[in-house]
């Protein structure tokens, strides 16, 4: 059983490793079938590698086989070459040969040449030599000459030196001549574009500096086109207030030797007056116009001469706007219309009631001159744009006392901004603008007429037709200085209004009002007017005797002129108004001078129809000039009408400006400090206490008035400050008494007029001489 089970164990034991062995068996069948696989590829592999090897080895052997041949003709190639090269070497060397045969042969050629060129150089050099010899010459000869000509350009420069002197000189005479004709010096002042204006064309084509200028007017180039113009001097644009102010100085200077100075700015709306008269910017002294300026400019030389001149400057600034004055430096806002005294007064105060204020220093003037402007400004407010509306008169008044002589100087500058002109052609204005423009129109006509009235030497100056010409009476005449700056604006859209400025101021510039007179009373000017005083007795006799002559004549039968004639041809106003007979006889009204007076009123017509043609000649003045009545009351009355005053205002012209008794001090006698009447250049006021308190502020040592005489003025003025400036000495009442019967007002002034009468002899004698 054991061995059975044995057997069996055995037998499973076999079986088992038989089944293992079958296992094992298909294992390593798979594993050989694998084989076979991995052979039958490997040596598929092997077939495919043997084929591209053998493919590979057959290409390679081609390629070989290619380059072989390839490298064959190569070599046969460069076999070829090198013959060849060998070829070109024995050719090159050949043509080197002959090449360096042919060098050679330029080498001596060269050199022979070189040889040739040495010698020439040495040909040349000597040559240079004794050009270099020459040229020095010649430059000594030229330096020589140089020296010459440069000794002849300086004698040429000197010349021309001398020529600018002659010229400057020339100048100078010129305006000596102007000053003794006493012409009305015009400059032209043209203002640059203002800023946004650049693409602006200008109406200025040329500006000379011997006061030429030619406008034209560049929208409308037709034939003649061109205006020339002449005047005392051209500024241009770029003139600056220093250069305008250069030229003005000497007129302004000799306010400080007793002349009247009138200095006005014409031009249309924005054309730069107020700039040139008052500067753009007064906080810059840059900037300051002509009255800053000439202010300070007259206490800078008021300095300079107080070794032997004691000067006191005071100043008034009024407004003239609808021909009613108003004090731009009073600080009473509820100021009544100023009244205007004859400027025959000998203090010179046209306006007597407006403030004057004495200046000591540019400090003091520019804070008048603020409080003027801001006056001014506050009017604008109202009114809108006021400066260009209206006048303003800045007047400086200047007393100069010579310490050693004691001899008195009294000067007056008026600096005038004037309203626009070009206001006065625009008529289609209404109502208070029309008020306006007729108050411009009429002051400035009253002012043309006045202007040419006194350059024909009308016996019958029309002073009385403007509150303006009446202000400036005492500097208009013939014994003042007058400057007028017309003002262009460059636009060429003002070019008509340009070209008519342009022809008022050249009409203007040719008139000569005579020599101008210092007001000085001295002993001199005295013993002077004296001796001008006889030569004129001397003359009305032989006009006498000519009219009776002439008379005789006439009423036997002959044709002749009427006596006064000859008078009239001769005599300016106010020269039979003298009574001073050579012997020192005295003549009263019924004398000569009566007779003159007669003439003189019945020549007021025709005189005045004269004047009024010639002015209607300027399109702006003279159209609109009226006729001017023989006393002008008839004007007058009009006037009146216009600016809405009545006998009240005319009862404040207190004098009949009679261009007659624009006189200066011509006393008689000889005790001239004596006849002189002293009168304060800032009279004390007892009207109003603010005004008082204002005027408190005058010197001390001002003199006062003496003590009232008869004077029959004094009797009849208002009590306005300058009503008592002083009382006149007999001689001296003359002066403010009406020098003609027709002109003196009646009503308050009968006194005047009667007393005037009394004093006759006394008056026309101080008229002598008053206006050659
Ligand atoms: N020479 C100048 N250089 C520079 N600017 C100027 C000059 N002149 C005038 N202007 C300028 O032109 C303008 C007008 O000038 P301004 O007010 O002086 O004219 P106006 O003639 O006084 O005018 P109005 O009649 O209205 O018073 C101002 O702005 C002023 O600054």
Redesign the pocket.
């Known amino acids: 059983m054991n061995q059975l089970r044995l057997i069996k164990a055995e037998k499973t034991m076999v079986e088992e490793k038989k089944r293992l062995e079958d296992v094992e068996l298909v294992r390593l069948r798979k594993e050989n079938e694998e084989c076979n696989l991995e052979i039958s590829n490997l040596n598929q592999e092997l077939e495919m590698t043997r084929d591209t090897y053998e493919k590979r080895c057959l290409e390679l052997e081609t390629h070989a086989k290619e380059i072989r041949s390839e490298l064959e003709k190569k070599m046969a190639d460069l076999e070829k070459l090198l013959t060849d090269s060998k070829k070109k070497v024995k050719e090159l060397e050949k043509f080197t040969e002959s090449k360096f045969l042919r060098w050679k042969k330029k080498e001596r050629g060269y050199k022979k040449f070189m040889d040739f060129q040495h010698g020439s150089l040495k040909e040349l050099r000597l040559g240079s030599e004794s050009i270099k010899q020459e040229v020095l010459k010649t430059q000594q000869i030229y330096s020589e000459e140089i020296i010459q000509f440069g000794v002849k350009i300086q004698g040429l420069v000197d010349a021309a030196q001398n020529y600018h002197t002659v010229l400057t000189e020339n100048r100078k005479l010129y305006n000596e001549v102007q000053d003794l004709k006493g012409n009305i010096r015009v400059y032209c002042?043209i203002?640059?574009f203002?800023k946004g204006q650049n693409q602006k064309q200008t109406t200025i084509e040329y500006i000379g500096d011997n006061g030429e200028l030619v406008v034209t007017n560049p929208s409308k180039i037709v034939k003649e086109s061109h205006r020339l113009f002449k005047f005392n001097k051209v500024f241009g644009?770029a003139?600056t207030q220093e250069e305008v102010f250069v030229d003005t100085q000497p007129l302004i200077r000799s306010v400080l030797d007793g002349f009247n100075v009138c200095i006005f700015a014409y031009?249309?709306?924005?054309?730069?007056?107020?700039?040139?008269m008052t500067g753009?910017n007064v906080s810059s002294p840059e900037d300051w116009g002509v009255n800053y300026r000439a202010l300070n400019d007259l206490f800078h030389l008021s300095q300079i001469r107080r070794s032997s001149f004691e000067y006191e400057i005071g100043v008034q600034m009024v407004e003239i706007y609808n021909e009613q004055v108003r004090d731009l430096l009073s600080s009473n806002s509820n100021q009544k219309r100023l009244g205007i005294w004859n400027s025959a007064q000998p203090n010179g105060l046209a306006v007597p009631d407006a403030s004057m204020h004495p200046v000591t220093s540019t400090a003091d003037v520019l804070e008048l001159m603020n409080l003027g402007l801001m006056n001014r400004a506050v009017g604008a407010t109202a009114l809108n744009?006021r400066?260009?509306r209206s006048h303003s008169v800045l007047t400086v008044h200047v007393r100069g006392t010579d310490l050693e002589t004691n001899g008195v100087l009294r000067g007056n500058l008026h600096l005038v901004?004037l309203?626009?002109s070009e206001r006065v052609d625009k008529s289609e204005a209404t109502g208070d603008r029309l008020k306006e423009a007729q108050h411009i129109n009429k002051s400035l006509s009253a002012l043309g007429d006045v202007i040419f009235a006194l350059a024909h030497k009308s016996q019958h100056v029309p002073y009385r037709n403007s509150k303006l010409t009446q202000v400036l009476q005492s500097s208009l005449g013939g014994q003042a200085k007058t400057l007028m700056f017309v003002?262009l604006n460059p636009d060429v859209e003002s070019f008509s209004e340009t070209i008519s400025t342009l022809k008022f101021a050249e009409r203007v510039s040719g008139v000569e009002l005579g020599a101008a007179r210092s007001n000085k009373e001295g002993r001199g000017v005295r013993e002077l007017m004296e001796q001008v005083a006889n030569l004129k007795d001397a003359l009305t006799k032989k006009d006498e005797e000519m009219s009776q002559l002439q008379l005789r004549k006439s009423s036997s039968g002959e044709k002749g002129s009427p006596p006064y004639d000859s008078w009239s041809s001769r005599h300016s106003i106010g020269e039979f108004h003298n009574g001073t007979r050579p012997h020192g006889k005295s003549v009263g009204l019924n004398g000569p001078k009566a007779a003159s007076d007669i003439d003189n009123c019945s020549e007021f017509s025709d005189k005045q129809s004269e004047t009024s043609d010639e002015f209607r000649h300027h399109p702006d003045f003279f159209k609109r000039s009226k006729p001017v009545t023989e006393d002008g009351d008839q004007e007058n009355d009009d006037d009146l009408e216009i600016i809405g005053l009545g006998d009240a205002d005319s009862d404040e012209r207190l004098s009949d400006i009679s261009d007659g008794v624009l006189s200066m001090g011509t006393e008689t006698d000889g005790s001239l400090s004596n006849s002189i009447v002293e009168l304060t250049l800032f009279p004390e006021t007892t009207k109003a206490p603010t005004e008082h308190q204002e005027k408190s502020n005058v010197p001390s040592k001002l003199p006062r008035p003496p003590p009232k005489t008869t004077s029959s003025r004094n009797q009849v003025q208002p009590t306005s400050s300058s009503q008592r400036l002083a009382a006149p000495s007999p001689q001296r009442q003359g002066l403010v008494a009406p020098s003609r019967p027709s002109v003196t007002k009646v009503g308050p002034r009968t006194a005047s007029s009667s007393s005037a009468k009394k004093s006759s002899s006394a008056s026309s004698s101080l008229k002598s001489g008053a206006r050659r």
Do not use: F, V
């Not at 031009?267 to 040139?276: F, L």
């Open positions: 002042r203002r640059p203002l644009p003139s031009g249309q709306t924005g054309s730069g007056k107020t700039y040139t753009p744009e400066s260009s901004d309203a626009g003002q």
